[in-house]
């Protein structure tokens, strides 16, 4: 039986002379395959960093990320107002496939960029105006309150709806898509 020893061999090149006050310390590595060696230079400085990764908001008692900076990455199924409060409705964000678990209930302020550079929103939907307005009608009065942060399928209550000319609102009790953001 024959056996081919594998082996690989880092030899540390240090400066020997204390006086000098050299600190250098370069690092040689050999492989050796069998009889077949290769000896590689010192290692070189290291590169430069990459790109940095995406602005996260990350909430320190859950540990919840929540995407900064964001722009529309999909759109849920159809719902009413009613999904469970905020934290649902950004669930329901995160399941979209072409959004991560940063992915949250788009804002106007998200919308209106995205659209002020140039971009198009795929589908009108809702969205969240974090705001609290109400229109006094001769006969009712409508609140807009995110459908009471997303838990109310209430008539008299609405929220924001982004439109292709920009954004509406509409009643809770509607079945409408969610758009997301990432």
Known sequence: MI??????????????????????????????????????????????????????????????????????????????????????????????????????????DELLRYTSTGGSVAIEGRYATGMFAETTYSTSIVSTTDCDGFTSDASRNSTGFWTASGPQRRPCDRLLPILCCD
């Open 3 to 108: 056996f081919k020893l594998h082996a690989i061999f880092v030899v540390f090149v240090l400066c020997a002379s204390v006086t000098s006050g050299c600190e250098d310390t370069s690092v040689v590595s050999e492989t050796c395959d069998g009889d077949d060696c290769q000896t590689d230079g010192p290692v070189g400085p290291q590169g430069p960093s990459g790109p940095p990764g995406p602005a996260l908001y990350i909430n320190p008692d859950t540990g919840i990320e929540y995407a900064l900076n964001a722009s529309p990455c999909g759109f849920t199924g159809l719902f009413t107002g009613k999904v469970g409060g905020y934290s649902s409705a950004k669930g329901l964000c995160e399941d979209v496939n072409s959004c991560t678990s940063a992915a949250h209930v788009c804002s106007g």
